[in-house]
């Protein structure tokens, strides 16, 4: 399948509370340069939103497209991670493959074949190599580190992960879905809901908003108690 390309962005949020500078360092990528911006993440400019929904059976889930190379990703990575839990609300994560990333193609294909084994060991894989983003420069740390992770969890990994391509096309869907949808930069967050005015809601500062945008969502779908009916 012919690669597609995405112009994203690729954040490095620099405005922590804490005092770890957390504001978007964004990486424009258009070809054949790359444009380095400092400003305020924008609001996505939507192409469709249609794919932005909870699973069935969930009232509020977070939707996060991310690339795995990116380091605002791998900030914001334990956060969402925690909040999910906290919650205990579906967390949906999606492929952007941004072209000029070395590694984050393969790791996205690794990440789906540890998801064949099982999808909470694939989203492990993800949270681990999130989890060690400046150790991690070349293709061949990649492959030390997945052979590490793999090793960890008594798992031989064969000589090549996807030997017809299916998963790398998988991860090509998503960064379909993610141009679809008119995605420009990553990590790109919503809040989804069901049965909600307003359907989904963006995060662009998962350190300050992200906890109110679930809760306002939460009680947005909150069920109606039916009214009582007075007895004469």
Request: hydrophobic share 40%.
């Amino acid at each position: 399948m012919p690669e597609t390309s995405l112009p994203v962005r690729c954040g490095r949020n620099a405005l922590n509370r804490a005092g770890i500078f957390l504001g978007l360092a964004a990486f424009l990528l258009s070809a054949p340069n790359i444009h380095a911006q400092f400003a305020p993440p924008p609001l996505t400019h939507f192409h469709d939103a249609s794919p932005l929904h909870p699973p069935a059976g969930a009232r509020v889930a977070i939707v996060e497209f991310a690339d795995l190379e990116c380091p605002a990703c791998a900030a914001a990575n334990p956060l969402l991670k925690a909040t999910a839990a906290k919650y205990g609300i579906p967390w949906i994560r999606h492929d952007i493959l941004i072209p000029s990333h070395v590694w984050s193609k393969t790791a996205a294909v690794n990440a789906r074949w540890f998801d064949v084994k099982s999808k909470a060991l694939g989203d492990e894989y993800r949270d681990y190599i999130f989890a060690n983003p400046r150790s991690i420069e070349t293709t061949g740390e990649l492959t030390q580190f997945t052979a590490s992770f793999a090793q960890s969890h008594r798992i031989s990994i064969p000589f090549s992960v996807d030997p017809q391509g299916r998963l790398m096309a998988a991860a090509q869907s998503d960064n379909e879905l993610g141009k679809r949808i008119g995605i420009t930069r990553t990590p790109t967050i919503f809040i989804v809901t069901s049965n909600s005015k307003v359907p989904y809601l963006e995060v662009l500062d998962p350190q300050t908003q992200l906890y109110s945008t679930i809760d306002t969502a939460l009680a947005d779908t909150r069920p109606v108690a039916p009214a009582k009916t007075a007895h004469k």
